[in-house]
């Protein structure tokens, strides 16, 4: 029972603990994501302000977009979650935008600039699978020492309550525990012999007291029936 207690607590304690590590892992992930997004940005404002005449219009997918807009078109910075088409894998992918409109000598351009979740996920999925992985061998391990040890060390204990029940107090035979190499237990089999030889020499000691009161009743007995 105290091994399922354990690992029940253990399972909890992980449970607990699991929460707590994605929540901290999804946190630092997406303040990566935002630094690279910002970072990003940050470069790209810079060469428009700078060199203007190099962009007009320019799309690179899963990447960055950049567009002239017009003036009343402009909206403050924004950030959020899109699905894209990849198309070499022909597939549907997340990705997290940073939209900024940016003014040049030459127009305003919206600046769109993309960060993909998918390998941050993947990522954060492995390492929780790896952990939980590692937790169940972890468990399956303690279970099976705890086992091993609790088959080892008790096996003495059993041993002395198998002689214990088996005892007859009228059996002249001693009762031997044997030798264990737990100083518990050496102190237990001492104590159980201790009160042993006490219990036998008490019953002897009825035994006789009994068998005296007989033979002493014997007597006035016979004068009786006489």
């Given at each position: 029972r105290t091994i399922y207690i354990l690992i029940t607590t253990m399972l909890f304690a992980f449970l607990l603990g699991s929460v707590v590590f994605y929540l901290s892992l999804k946190s630092s992930?997406?303040?990566e994501i935002q630094r690279e997004l910002h970072a990003r940005m940050e470069f790209l404002k810079e060469e428009i302000q700078q060199h203007p005449e190099n962009y007009g219009k320019l799309l690179i997918p899963g990447y960055i977009s950049i567009d002239l807009i017009e003036p009343g078109d402009m909206r403050p910075a924004a950030t959020r979650d899109t699905i894209l088409l990849n198309r070499e894998q022909n597939t549907y992918k997340l990705y997290r935008t940073l939209r900024s409109?940016?003014?040049?000598?030459?127009?305003?351009?919206?600046?769109v600039v993309y960060q993909s979740l998918v390998e941050s996920n993947e990522l954060i999925e492995r390492i929780i699978l790896i952990v939980t992985?590692?937790?169940?061998?972890?468990?399956?391990?303690?279970?099976?020492?705890?086992?091993f040890m609790f088959g080892r060390v008790w096996a003495d204990f059993f041993?002395?309550?198998?002689k214990l029940r088996s005892y007859d107090v009228n059996s002249v035979k001693k009762i031997e525990f044997g030798e264990s190499e737990i100083m518990e237990f050496k102190l237990l089999?001492?104590?159980?012999?201790?009160?042993?030889?006490?219990?036998?020499a008490d019953y002897e000691s009825v035994k006789e007291f009994t068998a005296n009161?007989?033979?002493?009743i014997q007597t006035p007995l016979s004068v009786i029936r006489l």
């Open positions: 992930t997406e303040k409109d940016v003014e040049s000598e030459s127009g305003i351009y919206r600046v992985i590692i937790l169940v061998l972890f468990i399956l391990f303690l279970y099976l020492i705890n086992r041993r002395t309550v198998e089999n001492a104590a159980l012999n201790q009160m042993i030889e006490k219990i036998r009161i007989s033979h002493e």
